[in-house]
């Protein structure tokens, strides 16, 4: 009788084991803790967020002669200068001699040219003042010598037009290598040459407008597709920001390699539509360019949207204390918020960042409300 009852209690406390490891496990998973946010009304802005580095929109580069003597250079780097202000001056003695030579050469053949002409003229009235009888018969044959052919008097214009044609070219060369002046007003940011000296390979010396910027971006092939021009867009720099706008799309990519590989990028270019200060030309900024917007439009935290394998999107609301699925429709998105063009009404709690556990179905809880309204 006695071990009977051991063996009926043993069966009860078994019983009352399992029961409890049962309700401890159904207590465990019957609500799970979320965080939460309200579908809210406002503006979704979607953003490419780069970097870029800043340039004049205004900027001409000026190379010396490799063939003439710098006399002096009249400005340093950091000089500002009005547009037609000499840059640098050239030693112009050799080509001054050079202009002198030709002149003289051309004078030259002026003369020769209107000597045989009159020497010419001459003879021919020579010819039609004397009378053709034997006793003149010398006086006609020596001014008959000296009448100029067609191939004589072709022979000296060609003289004269290539006399003519070297002295203007000595002009031109004299008057391009004199010296070079701005073609723009702006700031003397670079000088590589010194009076004595010729030309090298080097920009002799550049002058930007620093007062008129732009922002030079390179973008990746699937960026590229998104911008276009007019978009609006701010630059970055040391704490202040600036507006600006995408003025150009480069027609074609470009191809960077280096040492460990290589990539393909579009250049854009931003005009900067105010005074900026803080930009420097050559100094990389921060750039946001508005891609897309959606005013005023349902919209959600989005860490709460979810994916399935086939691209269709949604997310879970809390109803009555469970988590709801609902298959949503997207639009504009940014990195913080998605816009809801269907599935949700303003004011319902979604789960942010729903785990695994979470499932359509399942009992929850709010731990705490992030971001709403």
């Not at 006695?2 to 309700?23: E, Q, T």
């Not at 031109?172 to 000296?197: A, C, F, H, M, R």
């Not at 276009?228 to 191809?255: D, H, L, R, W």
């Not at 940014?334 to 009404?345: C, E, F, P």
């Amino acid at each position: 009788m006695k071990k009977k009852f051991i063996i009926g209690v043993a069966i009860v406390a078994c019983i009352g084991i399992i029961g409890g490891i049962r309700l401890t496990a159904k207590n465990k998973t019957q609500v799970i803790s979320v965080k939460t946010s309200k579908v809210t009304m406002g503006d979704v802005k979607m953003y490419l967020s780069t970097t870029a580095t800043i340039k004049s929109k205004n900027e001409k580069d000026y190379s010396a002669s490799q063939a003439t003597k710098i006399s002096s250079v009249n400005v340093s780097v950091g000089d500002e200068v009005k547009k037609g202000k000499t840059l640098l001056t050239y030693d112009t003695t050799d080509l001054n001699n050079q202009v002198t030579s030709a002149k003289i050469n051309y004078n030259n053949a002026i003369s020769q040219k209107n000597d045989a002409i009159n020497k010419n003229n001459d003879a021919k009235d020579t010819i039609a003042d004397t009378e053709d009888i034997p006793a003149n018969a010398g006086i006609i044959s020596a001014a008959e010598a000296s009448e100029l052919s067609s191939e004589k008097v072709k022979q000296l214009n060609n003289a004269v037009a290539s006399a003519k044609a070297t002295l203007d070219a000595a002009k031109d060369k004299l008057s391009q290598n004199s010296y070079i002046s701005s073609g723009i007003d702006g700031v003397v940011t670079e000088v590589n040459v010194v009076s004595g000296q010729t030309g090298s390979q080097e920009m002799a010396i550049i002058v930007q407008d620093i007062s008129s910027l732009k922002a030079v971006v390179k973008v990746g092939k699937y960026d590229a597709a998104k911008v276009a021009i007019g978009q609006a867009s701010t630059i970055m720099s040391n704490g202040s920001i600036y507006k600006g706008k995408v003025s150009k799309i480069y027609p074609t990519a470009t191809v960077n390699t280096s040492a460990t590989g290589g990539d393909t990028t579009l250049t854009v270019e931003l005009d900067v539509l105010e005074s900026a200060p803080q930009l420097k030309v050559n100094f990389d900024s921060d750039v946001d360019i508005l891609l897309k917007e959606a005013l005023d439009v349902v919209n959600v935290p989005a860490e709460a949207i979810l994916t399935n394998k086939d691209g269709s999107t949604y997310l879970f609301v809390i109803q009555d204390g469970t988590a709801v699925k609902k298959a949503v429709k997207l639009g504009v998105q940014s990195d913080s918020d998605v816009q809801i063009a269907s599935g949700v009404k303003v004011g319902e709690s979604v789960i942010l960042n729903p785990g695994s556990s979470v499932t359509n179905g399942v009992m929850v809880k709010d731990a705490a409300t992030v971001g709403g309204k």
